[in-house]
C-alpha cells in the first residue's frame, strides 16, 4: 500500500509518499509543491495542479493531511485552510478517504511526545526511513503525516483481526 502525507501551505505545500508492507514502512519520494504567485486564486491553482501530477505519478491508496491550527491571524488561518481543501480534494477526487491528523497527534505518533519540536520529528522520519534525501521541513513534515496514518491504519487493521 502506498500512502501520501501532505503538509498544506499556501506557499510550499510539503507532500511524501510512503510504501507500507504489514509493520514495514520505506520511502518512496518527497517533495514540496510550491506557488510564489500574488494571487490566492492562481496559488491555489498552482498548488491544485502540483498536487493533482503528484497523486499521477505516485498513485497512493491512502492519503492523510494535517488539520489546520487556529492562531492569531484568523485571516491567515482561513487562507491556510483554503490550501488545506486543496490537500483533502485530490486524493477525495480519486475516491479515497483522507486520514486527519492534529499536528500534537502527529508528533506524538512519529517521536512519542505531543509537543515536539520540529527538528526531533524530522530526526524520527530520518531513523524511520533510512538514507531518505529530505526536500524540506515541509517534505519532512508530510513523511510524518504518511507514517502517522499508516500506523494508525496498521493498528486498525490489527484490531480487525484480533476481533474477527
Not at 510512503?18 to 517533495?31: E, K, L, T, Y
Not at 493531511?65 to 490550501?83: I, M, P
Amino acid at each position: 500500500m502506498r500512502v501520501l502525507g501532505i503538509d498544506p501551505g499556501l506557499v510550499n505545500m510539503g507532500w511524501g509518499v510512503i510504501a507500507v508492507d504489514g509493520s514495514r514502512i520505506r520511502h518512496v519520494a518527497n517533495g514540496i509543491v510550491r506557488s510564489q504567485r500574488k494571487e490566492l486564486a492562481d496559488r491555489l491553482a498552482d498548488l491544485y495542479r502540483g498536487l493533482t501530477e503528484v497523486f499521477a505519478a505516485h498513485l497512493p491508496d491512502a492519503a492523510a493531511v494535517e488539520q489546520t491550527f487556529v492562531n492569531k491571524d484568523a485571516v491567515g488561518t482561513l487562507k491556510l485552510g483554503q490550501a488545506r481543501g486543496i490537500a483533502l480534494l485530490v486524493p477525495a477526487q480519486a475516491g479515497l478517504s483522507v486520514g486527519e491528523y492534529a499536528p500534537n497527534a502527529v508528533k506524538k505518533a512519529i517521536v512519542g511526545v505531543g509537543h515536539a519540536q520540529k527538528q526531533q520529528v524530522e530526526h524520527m522520519v530520518r531513523f524511520t526511513l533510512p538514507g531518505v534525501e529530505l526536500a524540506g521541513p515541509d517534505a519532512a513534515d508530510a513523511l510524518a503525516i504518511a507514517i502517522c496514518h499508516a500506523r494508525h491504519l496498521q493498528s486498525r487493521t490489527l484490531r480487525i483481526k484480533v476481533v474477527a
